[in-house]
């Protein structure tokens, strides 16, 4: 994302070879330059300011950069704009790709530091909350920042905006490390799990914690509070060594020094920091003064508290985020923190519980010799960014919430989640010569004016062969079925087909006609599906060549899965009709609240 450039001195020139324009945006210069590509400053059409990073050529043609892009665009849209730079368009499909991201003038933190020296503490309470509102949100949406420092947070009017989320780089881990002998990220905010050797080491939210403190310390004293000579020596300040505070006083330092713990178990979750930084312990006239000269951030952190949850008593220890690899959409109806004794939910399309804190402490005094031993054998090239700021860095991992409590749920974390409420993994799609359109009506709803099947826009990511699908289904209009394509590969894929009174599991036919041949049809008798009902929950677990059915987590029938060519494969939402359905429809289905598993 952008570097906090403004359009004035900060941006330079177009370069010779720089494009004019890309997509339907006018680019009039170039605001930075990183390990992912270029970031141009860019007009749209209707004159909005807009920042366009352009992914670098090498990495265009690399179809697992160019999977990975797809995946975190995906992911980074799901970020609600509550002190962060709002996503705003990408395509990763195009020549060149790019992503478009809202436009933040304003001097960076870092900038102000230097320049200025350390923040006041109005300013620097202002700061505290906007960067932690910032991570509840991130968080809530299912992102790891990774690379939080003060050149990644925006001083910009109203609130500060912190930048370059959970976007694909040119290096990516999916453990706390790139490479066995390469760390990536700044080393000054790196919380001290980063430097493990262990690959099984997970990444997690309370790594951007670490870095918050961190981040805070050096806007109130100008110093980082692990502050060394070289390198090295400062991660092994970070490593074994208490945080040096001086500066800073009162509940807000106590707050930092608890972020700043060496176990990631022990330290808060971003929405503890955001609610004890606004609950008015810790320093009430300060928060008051922010807030005062900041409406917008007043308003972003009560938003971002609202979205992911009542936490109820701030002293309550509250479960943090084990992350495991995956990629999940930001579903705003069920991102809630709750307290460790809390129930889970137990309803379709309600909150989910949150993933109770790890447990596992990782050991000092192990981590501390191997990390020792590997810079006095020179195996460790840590990744600096201190002389350049601008360059990019690893993708963020994600985390999912886990799922509903209902009957065929698995235990493990969902693939890919979606609401389907509004525009995100799923989007929009009309066809006019078939009168199809797929629309957003408080839940994704397809429609085709004719019989005939009709696939709306998700996401691209391939589901390996053996996953799990839930999805809640409603169906609108007499005759219409709900379909629900797995293992889809192009034209050739699984189809199951849900209708009022029966379910079909069929096959795409391979000539591409559109044609589906039925393999098992599962009569619903006496318990037809409603029309206009509240939303039935199907689920479909296909393991090597059988697929169950379920319909309220009660398991109905098993169908032949016949083709074993056919593997993994995207799963697409769309509109069919019953088999004796008249040529003239409407057929209309809704669907809400997806949920993908990977069983494999």
């Not at 003038?105 to 020296?117: C, F, H, I, M, N």
């Not at 312990?281 to 949850?309: H, N, S, Y």
């Amino acid at each position: 994302m952008v570097d906090g450039a403004g359009p004035g001195e900060r941006t330079q020139p177009l370069r010779l070879g720089d494009p004019q324009t890309l997509g339907d945006y006018q680019l009039i210069g170039r605001l930075g330059e990183g390990g992912m590509g270029t970031v141009y400053l860019g007009r749209t059409n209707a004159g909005v300011l807009v920042a366009v990073k352009m992914v670098r050529a090498d990495l265009a043609h690399d179809d697992e950069f160019r999977r990975r892009f797809r995946s975190e665009v995906n992911r980074a849209r799901q970020v609600p704009p509550f002190c962060t730079a709002e996503v705003l368009d990408a395509d990763p499909d195009h020549e060149s790709p790019y992503l478009v991201v809202e436009y933040v003038d304003g001097p960076t933190l870092a900038d102000v530091v230097e320049q200025r020296g350390p923040l006041t503490s109005a300013n620097l309470h202002g700061v505290a909350i906007g960067v932690a509102t910032a991570l509840t949100a991130i968080h809530g949406a299912g992102v790891i920042h990774r690379d939080l420092k003060p050149r990644n947070v925006l001083l910009a009017p109203g609130s500060p905006k912190v930048i370059d989320f959970g976007i694909a780089r040119a290096m990516e881990a999916t453990s706390a490390n790139t490479r066995t002998d390469q760390m990536v990220g700044t080393v000054a905010y790196m919380a001290p799990e980063r430097f493990s050797s262990d690959e099984d080491t997970p990444l997690t939210p309370a790594a951007d914690v670490f870095a918050w403190g961190s981040v805070v310390a050096y806007a109130g004293t100008g110093q980082t509070p692990f502050f060394a000579d070289s390198p090295p020596a400062m991660a092994a300040r970070i490593l074994t060594q208490p945080p040096r505070l001086d500066g800073l006083s009162g509940p807000l330092r106590d707050l930092v020094a608890h972020s700043l713990e060496k176990d990631p178990a022990n330290r808060p979750s971003s929405r503890e920091l955001l609610d004890l930084l606004i609950s008015g312990k810790q320093r009430p006239a300060a928060t008051a003064a922010a807030f005062a000269d900041q409406p917008d951030l007043r308003a972003a952190a009560v938003e971002a508290q609202a979205v992911t949850g009542v936490a109820g008593d701030p002293s309550v220890s509250l479960p943090t985020l084990a992350i495991p690899p995956g990629m999940v959409g930001y579903d705003e109806n069920s991102i809630v923190t709750v307290p460790i004794s809390a129930p889970p939910a137990d309803t379709v399309a309600g909150p989910s519980p949150a993933v109770p804190r790890q447990g596992r402490r990782w050991a000092m005094p192990a981590l501390l010799a191997v990390f020792v031993t590997a810079l006095v054998a020179g195996a460790v090239l840590v990744a600096l960014e201190l002389r350049n700021e601008d360059r990019s860095r690893a993708g963020g991992d994600t985390v999912s919430p886990a799922p509903s409590a209902t009957a065929s749920a698995p235990a493990g974390l969902p693939r890919l989640q979606d609401s389907l409420r509004r525009p995100s993994l799923w989007t929009a799609k009309d066809y006019p010569e078939e009168q199809a359109t797929c629309y957003f009506d408080n839940a994704l709803v397809a429609r085709r004016e004719q019989a005939g099947t009709y696939k709306c826009r998700g996401p691209l990511d391939e589901i390996p062969a053996d996953m799990h699908v839930e999805v809640s289904v409603r169906l609108d209009t007499p005759d219409s079925c709900a379909a629900i394509w797995f293992r889809n590969n192009g034209q050739v894929g699984y189809q199951a087909r849900i209708c009022e009174r029966n379910i079909y599991i069929g096959l795409h036919n391979k000539a591409g006609d559109g044609k589906i041949t039925v393999h098992k049809t599962i009569p619903l008798g006496d318990a037809p599906i409603p029309l206009n009902g509240p939303g039935t929950r199907i689920g479909l677990i296909a393991r090597g060549d059988r697929v169950e059915v379920y319909r309220d987590g009660a398991l109905i029938d098993t169908a032949p899965l016949t083709e074993p060519e056919l593997q993994e494969g995207r799963v697409l939402l769309g509109v069919y009709n019953e088999r004796d359905a008249p040529e003239t429809g409407p057929y209309e289905v809704a669907y809400t609240d997806i949920k993908i598993w990977d069983l494999s």
